[in-house]
Antibody, heavy 119, light 110 residues
Framework: QVQLVQSGAEVKKPGASVKLSCKTS????????IHWVRQAPGQRLEWMGI????????LYAQKFQGSVTMTRDTSTNTVYMELSSLGSEDTAVYYC????????????WGQGTLVTVSS | QSALTQPASVSGSPGQSITISCTGT?????????VSWYQQYPGKAPKLIIY???NRPSGVSNRFSGSKSGYTASLTISGLQAEDEADYYC??????????FGTGTEVTVL
């Protein structure tokens, strides 16, 4: 069955970076895209960007351009999301989600990773 | 990209029908039929319940239905049940090849 398993919770200081992982299984890794979505406490879902796993190409929401980097490792079927220059406003649960190629919706989600930014 | 606009909360009694609206612009909902809806319970990951405006994934109750008119998409839950109490988010593809979520709606079953 399709699974997206994310790395564990992180606590970071302001100004630091964090790199999260999303390990996938149960499907052909390169046939699907992976998105990252975050949710601050009590807030709405916020789309961060997409990595087209087959090509390795990325597209980020304007808000995150310059601070986010999404990469993938086809040998381990894992996608990574690195966020730099963290501030308290980056405290959130970060989700990875799968999209079938050009299907424009997210059919499977990871369990989420809580990132807490605090001095 | 501003969030799509949803009502903050909607409530209904068991057995009733409720509708959640999702209003966008000509850059997203108004142009593309790539509107999807997600159900989220507290502390859990979202779950896809509608894609491409009105299609239900396998396993999703037929009590959930979607539609679109102009710049507004809608999710209707018929025969409301206690288990439907959750947060609901719409999402749309945009003209910048990005995606945007709605502001979210909390559904309460009275």
């Amino acid at each position: 069955q399709v699974q997206l398993v994310q790395s564990g919770a992180e606590v970071k200081k302001p100004g630091a970076s964090v790199k999260l992982s999303c390990k996938t299984s149960g499907y052909t890794f390169t046939n699907y895209h992976i998105h990252w979505v975050r949710q601050a406490p009590g807030q709405r879902l916020e789309w961060m960007g997409i990595i087209k796993v087959g090509a390795g190409s990325t597209l980020y929401a304007q808000k995150f351009q310059g601070s986010v980097t999404m990469t993938r490792d086809t040998s381990t079927n894992t996608v990574y999301m690195e966020l730099s220059s963290l501030g308290s406003e980056d405290t959130a649960v970060y989700y990875c989600a799968r999209e079938g190629e050009s299907t424009f919706y997210f059919d499977h989600w990871g369990q989420g990773t809580l990132v807490t930014v605090s001095s | 990209q501003s969030a799509l606009t949803q009502p903050a909360s909607v409530s209904g009694s068991p057995g009733q029908s409720i509708t959640i609206s999702c209003t966008g612009t000509s850059s997203d909902v108004g142009t593309y039929n790539y509107v999807s809806w997600y159900q989220q319970y507290p502390g859990k990951a979202p779950k896809l319940i509608i894609y491409e405006v009105s299609n239900r994934p396998s396993g999703v109750s037929n009590r959930f239905s979607g539609s679109k008119s102009g710049y507004t998409a809608s999710l209707t839950i018929s025969g409301l049940q206690a288990e439907d109490e959750a947060d609901y988010y719409c999402n749309s593809y945009t003209s910048r090849h990005t995606y945007v979520f709605g502001t979210g709606t909390e559904v309460t079953v009275l």
